[in-house]
C-alpha cells in the first residue's frame, strides 16, 4: 500500500446528501459528528464537496427532482468511492416508493455499497455502516493498484514489449 493510501484510509473524508427525506436520517447522520458519538476520533471527517469526498451518505427515498443532482454528485466524487444508503427511504423507497414521483431506493440512480436499515437509522448502525464502507473502500483501492500494475506498451515507439510496472 503506497504512503498516500494508507494516509487516506487513516483519514477518510465522507459527504452526507439528502435527497426528498423527511430528514429524520439526516438529524441522525449529524449526529455521528456530534461530541456524542464523536465520528471525527476515528479520522472520519465531514466534507461539503464531493470532489473531496470517499463515502458518501445518502438519505431520503429518490424522487425525478433529485435523480439528476444525485447522478451529478456521485459523478464528481473521484475514484475509489462508496456509497452509503442510510434509512428505509434511501434503501428501498420506504412507504413512498410507489407513490407518482418516487423512483425507490438509492440503487435506482447509482450503485450503492452498504445499506443502513432503520427509521430513522440510529447514529451507531450508520456508524458501523460507515466503517462497513470503510472496508469496501480498502478493497476497492486495492483492486485499483492492482489494475495498475497491469500490462502496458514499453519501448520509444509505443509499440513495444509489454512489462509490469
Ligand atoms: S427512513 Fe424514516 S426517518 Fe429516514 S428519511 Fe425516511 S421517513 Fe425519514
Given at each position: 500500500m503506497s504512503l498516500v493510501h494508507r494516509a487516506r484510509s487513516k483519514s477518510p473524508w465522507v459527504m452526507h446528501f439528502d435527497t426528498a427525506g423527511c430528514n429524520g436520517c439526516s438529524i441522525e447522520v449529524f449526529a455521528c459528528f456530534t461530541?456524542?458519538?464523536?465520528?471525527?476520533?476515528?479520522?472520519i471527517v465531514n466534507v461539503g464537496n464531493p470532489k473531496h469526498a470517499d463515502v458518501l451518505l445518502v438519505t431520503g427515498t429518490v424522487n425525478h427532482k433529485a435523480k439528476r443532482v444525485l447522478k451529478t454528485v456521485y459523478d464528481q466524487m473521484n475514484h475509489p468511492k462508496v456509497i452509503v444508503a442510510v434509512g428505509i427511504c434511501a434503501t428501498s423507497g420506504n412507504v413512498f416508493h410507489q407513490s407518482y414521483n418516487c423512483l425507490g431506493g438509492v440503487d435506482k440512480v447509482v450503485p450503492v455499497d452498504v445499506y443502513v436499515p432503520g427509521c430513522a437509522a440510529r447514529p451507531e448502525v450508520i456508524i458501523d455502516g460507515i466503517f462497513l464502507a470503510l472496508k469496501k473502500l480498502e478493497e476497492k483501492r486495492r483492486d485499483k493498484d492492482a489494475n495498475h500494475r497491469e500490462v502496458e506498451p514499453t519501448g520509444t515507439s509505443g509499440q513495444g514489449e509489454a512489462a509490469v510496472r
Open positions: 461530541p456524542l458519538y464523536d465520528l471525527e476520533r476515528f479520522g
